[in-house]
C-alpha cells in the first residue's frame, strides 16, 4: 500500500513539473513566399512575394529534450511572376494548424529547439494583383479558381533566450496542387523569420 502511495506521488509531482514548464507563445515575422509549378515536364519556382506571419501556440514539453508545439497560425503565402511582360503577384491568405515535434539542447542561458511536423491549411483570401490593380480569385472546383484546402510539412528552428524572447526562422513545403488542373501544379512554399514570446513558467 506504501508502495503505491509513493508512486503515486511520484507521479503527481513529475506531472505537475512538467505542466509548470509548459508555455503559450506568440510569433510573428516576415514571410518570403514562392510558388513551386510544374507543366509539360518543365519545373519552376516563382519569384519571392514578401508577406507576413502571425502564429500563436502551445509548447508542452514530454522530457526535458523533447516538445510537440501545436499553434493556430494566420500566414501569406503567394509568388511574383513574369507573363507577357507584365508582372503579376499571387496574393493567398491562409488560416494554419501546424504541428511541431522539437528536440533541445541547452546553450547559453537558454536552449536551441529544432524539428518540423505537419500543418493543416484553409485559404480565407487569394487575390492577383498588377500594376496597382488587385483582383480577388474564388476558391473552388473550376478551373480559374483555387483549391480552398492545403497541407504539408514544415521544418522549425531557433533559439529561446532565459527572459522568454523567441527567435526562429521557418520553412514549409505544400504536398497539395492548389490548382485545378492536372495538366499544372502550383504548390505552396515559404521561408519565415520570427519573432517571439513565451508566457509560462521555464
Not at 516563382?46 to 506571419?53: E, L, V
Not at 542561458?109 to 500543418?119: L, T
Not at 521557418?170 to 514570446?197: M, P, Q, W
Request: glycine share 14%.
Amino acid at each position: 500500500m506504501k508502495e503505491k502511495i509513493l508512486a503515486a506521488a511520484i507521479f503527481v509531482s513529475i506531472s505537475t513539473g512538467a505542466w509548470a514548464q509548459s508555455a503559450f507563445g506568440i510569433r510573428g515575422g516576415l514571410n518570403l513566399a514562392t510558388e513551386f509549378s510544374r507543366q509539360d515536364n518543365r519545373s519552376g519556382t516563382t519569384k519571392i512575394a514578401p508577406s507576413f506571419h502571425f502564429t500563436g501556440y502551445y509548447d508542452a514539453p514530454i522530457s526535458q529534450s523533447f516538445s510537440i508545439q501545436p499553434g493556430l497560425s494566420l500566414q501569406g503565402k503567394g509568388g511574383r511572376y513574369d507573363l507577357n511582360r507584365e508582372s503579376f503577384t499571387d496574393k493567398l491568405l491562409y488560416i494554419e494548424v501546424p504541428v511541431n515535434f522539437l528536440g533541445r539542447i541547452e546553450a547559453g542561458n537558454g536552449d536551441m529547439f529544432f524539428g518540423g511536423g505537419p500543418y493543416f491549411a484553409y485559404g480565407v483570401r487569394a487575390r492577383v494583383s498588377s500594376r496597382g490593380k488587385s483582383q480577388r480569385v474564388d476558391f473552388g472546383q473550376g478551373p480559374h479558381q483555387l483549391k480552398r484546402f492545403d497541407t504539408g510539412i514544415g521544418f522549425l528552428a531557433g533559439y529561446r533566450f532565459s527572459n522568454r524572447l523567441v527567435l526562429s526562422i521557418a520553412s514549409s513545403a505544400g504536398f497539395i496542387n492548389i490548382g485545378n488542373t492536372d495538366e499544372a501544379k502550383l504548390l505552396n512554399r515559404v521561408t519565415s523569420f520570427s519573432v517571439g514570446y513565451e508566457f509560462g513558467k521555464r
